[in-house]
């Protein structure tokens, strides 16, 4: 019987991609991609028999991070690229996985004159008239709304406290970098098992310029702190943060994120700051991907 459904691999989620077709027990299928000299992006998926795309139903993971030149926007347009060609090509539906979208953090308007962007983004991807979206740990849920198909936000809280867990992580008590993450780390905590503490430190961020302050004596001595995020981008928030849980005494301290982006100088930041270990999913592919997430997309597609 010939398989039905098939896999492309996207250029930001190749090891994902391949892992999550190896739970599914699909073929999985690579792209190719360059930039054209005016800084076109150019993407071309791997086959020369276009009649193994027509009537499938094909799985595009493609996480929309930063690409190896910086960009996070090409990554969305070979998102884009990906979707149209299947399309053309024949396939009966088109189920987008994006681990990481981006934009996501543009959902509110701080200032005159801004944009409201995440919903853009899927007023973009509703134009492209796929059938189901999945997202992991998006940073405002309630942007999902906008999408026009079936669209699921995974959860990836449980798998990262059991990678904690198996560490040998004891006495643990889950920090909020700042009070807005306060919600998420107590359904984080609650993975740890009951009545896990869950503390929060004071944090303002200048609109203007971005910059934090931060503030907050808890009470972590001795205690291994995991401080979780769903997004650590260049690692100031979480720097700071684990800094004052050194200075109230923490044990082991962990860095946690769904997201591990790590701009510029943020791992550095967060060593020196004092974290013990820096984990991350591969919803991001770098050396700090040490959860994955391939099981628990492939039980949502199952």
């Known amino acids: 019987m010939k398989e039905k459904k098939i896999l492309i691999?996207?250029?930001a989620s190749q090891i994902l991609g391949v892992k999550i077709a190896q739970e599914l027990e699909i073929e999985a299928i690579s792209t190719e991609v360059k930039l054209f000299p005016d800084g076109e992006n150019y993407l071309r998926i791997n086959i020369e028999d276009e009649t193994l795309i027509a009537g499938k139903e094909v799985i595009i993971v493609q996480s929309t991070a930063l690409s190896s030149n910086g960009n996070q926007n090409s990554r969305l347009m070979e998102l884009f690229m990906m979707i149209d060609s299947v399309k053309r090509m024949g396939a009966t539906k088109i189920i987008?996985?994006?681990p990481y979208l981006a934009y996501a953090r543009q959902d509110k308007i701080f200032?005159?004159?801004e944009s409201q962007f995440a919903n853009v983004i899927f007023r973009?991807?509703?134009s492209m008239g796929i059938d189901e979206f999945y997202t992991v740990d998006i940073h405002a849920p309630k942007v999902m709304e906008e999408c026009s198909c079936k669209a699921v936000n995974?959860?990836?809280?449980k798998i990262l406290a059991d990678y904690i867990t198996a560490k040998g992580a004891k006495d643990i008590v889950v920090v909020a970098p700042d009070k807005g993450a306060v919600e998420r780390s107590k359904v984080f905590a609650s993975h740890f098992g009951e009545n896990i503490p869950v503390d929060f430190f004071k944090k303002e961020r200048?609109?203007?310029t971005g910059e934090i302050t931060m503030e907050g004596n808890l009470n972590?001595?001795?205690?291994?702190?995991?401080?979780a995020d769903d997004i650590i981008a260049t690692g100031g928030t979480m720097a700071t943060a684990i800094k004052l849980a050194r200075k109230s005494g923490a044990n082991k301290i962990y860095a946690v994120a769904t997201h591990?982006?790590?701009l510029g100088q943020a791992k550095f930041k967060i060593l020196k700051a004092g974290a013990d270990e820096i984990i991350g999913t591969d919803a991001i592919d770098n050396e700090v991907s040490k959860v994955s997430l391939a099981k628990i997309v492939a039980d949502y597609l199952k």
């Open 260 to 262: 591990a982006l790590l």
């Open 220 to 227: 972590l001595k001795n205690k291994d702190v995991v401080i």
């Open 154 to 157: 995974i959860d990836s809280m």
């Open 96 to 98: 987008v996985v994006a």
């Open 206 to 208: 200048d609109v203007e």
């Open 9 to 11: 691999a996207g250029p």
């Open 111 to 113: 200032r005159p004159g």
């Open 124 to 126: 973009m991807i509703n």
